[in-house]
């Protein structure tokens, strides 16, 4: 098993989820409702904590929850962390190993918050420490690089924020996620030989906005573990200024920008780009317009709705960033200077 | 008045800060107390943003309040805002101009929380949407790229920590920033020879914990706009695990190294980028066993207290990357693609 069978696997692994998943995830959502939160807490590092960011759109914009991101420092080195009244604490982590986070959730436990970890291992020290533990079930990821454990995150939190606003229209949309998903596996051939354009980019910029803000933030961060380029991920609404200073011709700009309510920004952000600064376009999109900027447009199923594009936005960029790794003659299992588990303090 | 004057302007802006503002800070705070919040809900882009991220581990720790940092485009494009009882809603702007912060903090005041604006202009839309407003009286500012408006804006978010928690201590220590500023100017004869080691940089990381992480922020923006290298901030916590992989020999690290809580996490992380990675370091720091490590050590006054090594040490990070840009041939007074006020959706 190795990196591109674990990309190939994230319909099956879906399709469970979708099936084992939902009973326990309504226990949790039962659970939380007892006692009711003026915010979330969230813990979570690297591709977790993009998974959190995804939380965050939704859980904001259908549960009406604003969500504060953990400073685990403040927790650990500085030994002084906050109040946590009103809020459910969320800790988040494929392995659910880090000492860090478990220091996190096991204060806010401490002070009688209600505590959830979403994690692969559910025997895991951080799943232990947690009122609730929710299963991505995504199975054993060897990969050092996430891919199946971020996509089986991200459902568990949509799953999360469907049970909670019981929105039957919602859990009915995901269901066709794994054919979705199926339907952009497709696009292994064409990306195979987009990604050879950019066998020497050593630097480039990931956009996104709303949902698809992780999108960004998960996209970078492949494209350095696996690529070794400096890729940075922005808000299209903060690139505009003052990172945008940084695009001379040529410079290249992958972006999500699926139909629904950031389209127009951000494709204005994008032509803009593409006319005054000559910058290089990568685009994930669903519509001929935002499409037709790009020197390497890159089609999503058309169906999908915004706020579950990300879950199908990601496994495209999974497979742009597995062969600009092979282009560039890097090693897809080992990147250099990794290890699966996070052990910060 | 250009860049450089307004870098030098520092000491005498926090100097007429501390005098005049202390009574108004004061006020605000005591406003604030007689609604008690569960947490901060903060609103701000670009080097604001980088502010909020200093208040939000000062408040987090000084005050026990979690920060929420705000979606704007959940209240604007998709027009779906959270829930904000329980929340002090806090929004910080140089200009008070952007229509995105408005329509956040409008809406903040219509469910009822109470909101203070943080800002350059106590005329602006921004100020007038807040029921609170604190002045950070920095005077006009000319250069696109913000110095002097993000040091005041530091110290008052400092001062109303103070202020909240009426700490003497805390008080007294902050009388002394302007003469540490003053301290850390004189580095700029050495920071102008040093700088010229760089003039073909192109991409960078820079480095930050906890208070500090706020620095790495607010001086990879200050890179980007002004010397158009791809500079990329990291919390050392973060870095370690994943983006590390694009540490090849030689590539630079930028990294902010105070005494404190976090310097031995951070030291180790440098040690390792030195030894193992060959990376070249630019370290700002207080202690010979920091600054060792570095090609180009940058050394701060050495008592400044951790919690208030940020207003210092970003005047540092300001020099270095003012003589840059100058290093490079680009102009410090008109970035290009860039304007001085936000205006995002």
Known sequence: MGLRDEIFEQPAVLRRLLRDGEA?????????????????????????????????????????????????????????????????????????????LITVVEEAHRQGAPTVTITNDPSSPLAKAAD??????????????????????????????????????????????????????????????????????????????????????????????????MATPYSSADFRHGPIAVVAPGFPVLAVAPRGKVHDEIVELLTRLKNEHRAELVVLAQDEEALALAETPVPLPSDVPEWLTPLVAIVAAQLFTYHLTRAKGFDTEQPRGLSKVTKSR
């Open 24 to 100: 326990p995830v309504r226990a949790v959502a039962a659970a939380l409702k007892k006692t009711p939160a003026q915010y979330v807490f969230l813990v979570a590092r690297g591709t977790s904590d993009h998974a959190g960011l995804y939380g965050k759109y939704l859980w904001g914009m259908h549960e009406g929850l604003p969500t504060a991101l953990a400073t685990p420092s403040t927790f650990t080195l500085y030994e002084r962390p906050p109040r946590l009244e009103g809020a459910w604490v969320i800790g988040i982590s494929q392995s659910g190993q880090s000492p860090d």
């Open 132 to 229: 609730l533990v929710i299963d991505v079930m995504a199975g054993s990821e060897l990969a050092v690089a996430a891919t199946k454990s971020y996509t089986a995150q991200l459902l568990s939190i949509a799953m999360l924020s469907v049970a909670l606003s019981e929105d039957e229209e919602r859990r009915e949309a995901m269901q066709q996620l794994p054919e979705w998903i199926e339907e952009t596996l497709k696009l292994d051939g064409p990306l195979g030989q987009a990604a050879q354009r950019y066998r020497y980019l050593d630097q480039c910029v990931v956009l996104g906005r709303g949902y698809n803000y992780a999108t960004a933030f998960e996209w970078s961060l492949k494209m350095k573990e696996l690529t070794y380029t």
